[in-house]
């Protein structure tokens, strides 16, 4: 259809040549949906580093602190902090798991769930607002 003009030039259509780029878009989100994973992770780390901070100042009396841990429970972070605070079990799970499997076609269906189940994360990070309210509505 490419030769004769009836359909536009792309290299995916080309045999061969579409597995590696098919591949290769895998490899790609995978890799993109793990730096977004690791990214969320660095701020669940922080925020929950803070939010020790601060009610532990605010167990020795500081106002001050107390008021800054308030702000931090009302905070976009912190909602996000929660959402991973969610999902991190499970994900810390698959991991083990994949690490002490020793069967290949089982430990490849543990990483699609782990990847499935990191993607519904950072799905529910990049909005976490929508994504409280679907769990208010599911009863959860």
Known sequence: ETVFSDREF?????????????????RTSKR???NEYFNYKEEYERTG????????????GMLGYAKKVDLLYNSQ???RYEIFDEFKPEIDAYRESIAEE???GEREKLEE???????ELVDALHNPD???????RAGR
């Open 10 to 26: 792309e290299w995916r259509n080309m045999p061969i040549v579409n597995r590696i780029i098919k591949s290769g878009d895998e």
């Open 32 to 34: 993109k949906l793990q």
């Open 77 to 79: 972070e912190y909602l």
């Open 102 to 104: 020793s069967d290949n």
């Open 49 to 60: 580093k803070l939010l020790r901070k601060y009610e532990d100042a605010a167990e020795e």
């Open 113 to 119: 769930e782990m990847w499935h189940k990191t993607r």
């Open 130 to 136: 929508e994504y409280i309210k679907e769990m208010e």
